[in-house]
């Protein structure tokens, strides 16, 4: 079974920044992608970027510009460098696996709280 083991949350500034850290019990390269998916108090948990493994990236709207994903194929870890970080971004984030196999097969972390005080 795969674990996905999320760190890096915490409670900082508004303007402040974080990074999140995902490492991977496995070869990250056994799924077609990665990514960050976020969940605030009532609301839908929504993707916040995500990375294949041909290194393409896509982010939502509201993070573009102040987020970045990358990934370490040598430490099979996926970080998240989020910069000017505001109140809206305060959300559980969770790691995201992916893997096409005819249907696509998901894995997920257990979460890590990010709180940006104004």
């Known amino acids: 079974q795969v674990q996905l083991v999320e760190s890096g949350g915490g409670l900082v500034q508004a303007g402040g920044s974080l990074r999140l850290s995902c490492a991977a019990s496995?070869?990250?390269?056994?799924?077609?992608?990665m990514g960050w998916y976020r969940q605030a108090p009532g609301k839908q948990r929504e993707l916040v970027a995500q990375i294949t493994n041909a290194g393409n990236t896509n982010y939502a709207d509201s993070v573009t510009g102040r987020f970045t994903i990358s990934r370490d194929d040598a430490k099979n870890t996926v970080y998240l460098q989020m910069n000017s970080l505001k109140p809206g971004d305060t959300a559980v984030y969770y790691c995201n696996a992916f893997e096409i196999r005819g249907a696509i097969q998901r894995y997920w972390g257990q979460g890590t709280q990010v709180t940006v005080s104004s």
């Open positions: 496995e070869s990250i390269f056994r799924f077609n992608g």
